[in-house]
């Protein structure tokens, strides 16, 4: 069946180092949406990429998805200690939703 | 306030008795969605709803079942719970189409303990 894999599980940086995290499907997607969990939270949305090669932008956050419509990025230019969460790719084909396993985002201050 | 809201938020149980998690949103969604999270698996999906009388399966549907009578009920039912469903669940719904694409809107989870 259709798999999402996201990399790295997990990432510690020193507060203003960048971060970047990575999702590829196995399948072509009709659009990949990010999400952000805090600690004791509940996922939160961040965005939604639609077309092949999009790119956009939120303040430091950068989201990217790939000309093929199956890999997607996410950069986060000089962390601050409210970035700290965990970070999802969802990979939608049809009705389902498949979320990637995250990766858990630590900043030292 | 929009939300969706689950209940309970926290629930110890044995295993084989009958238990149903609700969920409500207020937002007039079409689309309402179940998932669990496990550590290192991410947010796997057990069942989705495009609307009202309309269900499908997830990734992982086996020994669960769901419900959509009403559009801002989508109740979620173990009907012999088993340890390894102790997890934590969310309630999710989104309205496809607006400007924001398929955003999901998540409960505040619930966790589930079966010993």
């Known amino acids: 069946g259709q798999q999402v894999m996201q990399i790295p599980q997990y990432q510690h940086v020193q507060e203003g180092e960048d971060f970047t995290t990575y999702c590829n499907s196995s399948t072509t997607l009709s659009n990949i949406q990010w999400y952000k969990q805090r600690p004791g939270g509940h996922p939160v949305f961040l965005i939604q990429l639609v077309k092949s090669g999009e790119v956009k932008k939120q303040k430091r956050l950068t989201f990217q998805f790939g000309e093929a419509k199956k890999n997607s990025s996410l950069h986060i230019t000089a962390t601050q200690t409210t970035d700290v969460g965990t970070y999802f790719c969802a990979g939608q084909n049809t009705g389902k939703l498949i979320f990637g396993q995250g990766t858990t985002l630590q900043v030292k201050p | 306030e929009a939300q969706v809201t689950q209940n309970p938020r926290y629930l110890i149980t044995v295993t084989g008795k009958k238990l149903t998690v609700t969920c409500s949103q207020n937002m007039n969604h079409e689309y309402m969605s179940w998932y669990r999270q496990d550590p290192g698996l991410g947010l796997r999906q057990i069942y989705y709803?495009?609307?009202?009388?309309?269900?499908d399966k997830g990734d992982v549907p086996e020994g669960y079942k769901v419900s959509r009578k009403e559009k801002r009920n989508f109740p979620l039912i173990l009907e012999s719970p088993s340890p390894n469903q102790t997890s934590l669940y969310f309630c999710?719904?989104?309205?496809?189409?607006?400007?924001?694409?398929?955003?999901?809107?998540f409960g505040p989870g619930t966790r589930l303990t079966v010993l």
């Open positions: 999710a719904s989104s309205l496809p189409g607006r400007e924001r694409g398929n955003e999901q809107f």
């Open positions: 709803s495009m609307n009202v009388e309309v269900t």
